[in-house]
């Protein structure tokens, strides 16, 4: 493959596209940062809601964790293991579908029973997924759409309240909102009067400029995250 003619920024969004890697790190790094907060968010949920309640270390272990195992997952995803994986570049998550379920367990049983559900649930979507042939043909595109729709419409609470300050004593403070709208208006800004392949980095733009305006309004602590060195080993099966 001759990679002068094959590699070029108009294969983005081709299914075996090659981009300069110069102009793919960006894309990705836009990605990863983008799916940080969605990835996060519903572990400090569950965290939260769990009885006896977590300290905040222990649930600094669980986000730690949290992209530990996305990044393995992503892995995955792109050099399958056996009929696991789609081979496609998918960035991997922790999902909002069962965020209700858990914190219910969480808040009843504690979190050790959370972890519990995950095993055996995990078991359970995983064998459906590998039976997927014989089942899919009566799950209609209608349905699947209907069920990602609603989950989606389901998480603009999340965005209003992370546009607030996320779940912080100062929750819509002008502060928080004014740092919201700077973020806001940098993405649709760059969106506007950026050019070419740039205008589809509007995200990682405001991420950017959203960042710094946070750590000189000292809304940045990475101590907790830090508490175990910059290079940690992920807990198994952590507070069973």
């Known amino acids: 493959m001759n990679s002068n003619t094959n590699c070029s ?5 081709k299914l075996e596209g090659r981009v300069p890697i110069a102009k793919a790190i960006p894309f990705g790094l836009q990605h990863i940062l983008a799916m940080f907060v969605s990835n996060l968010a519903p572990i400090t949920i569950i965290a939260g809601a769990a009885q006896p309640a977590l300290s905040q270390a222990q649930t600094a272990v669980l986000l730690q964790n949290a992209m530990f195992v996305a990044g393995i997952a992503t892995m995955i995803q792109l050099y399958p293991i056996w009929r696991i994986g789609s081979k496609l570049p998918v960035v991997m998550g ?12 969480a808040a009843n049983y504690g979190y050790p029973a959370v972890v519990g559900a995950v095993l055996i649930g995990g078991i359970f979507e995983g064998t459906l997924g590998l039976l997927a042939k014989y089942w899919r043909r009566i799950i209609t595109p ?3 759409a209907s069920v990602v729709t609603a989950i989606g419409f389901s998480l603009f609470t999340v965005g209003a309240r992370s546009f607030g300050g996320g779940y912080a004593d100062d929750f819509g ?22 050019k070419g392949y740039l205008k589809q980095l509007s995200v990682l733009a405001g991420l950017i400029v959203g960042y710094v305006i946070a750590i000189f309004l000292g809304k940045v602590d990475l101590s907790l995250i830090m508490s175990g ?12």
Do not use: R
Not at 177 to 193: E, P, Q
Not at 229 to 240: A, D, R, V, W
């Open 229 to 240: 060195g910059i290079i940690s080993f992920p807990h198994l099966l952590p507070f069973m």
């Open 173 to 194: 403070s002008a502060q928080n909102l004014i740092l919201g709208t700077i973020t806001l208006l940098t993405c649709l800004l760059w969106n506007i009067f950026a």
């Open 94 to 105: 922790v999902s909002f579908t069962f965020v209700t379920v858990l914190s219910t367990i």
């Open 142 to 144: 209608v349905v699947a």
């Open 9 to 13: 920024i108009n294969n983005i969004y």
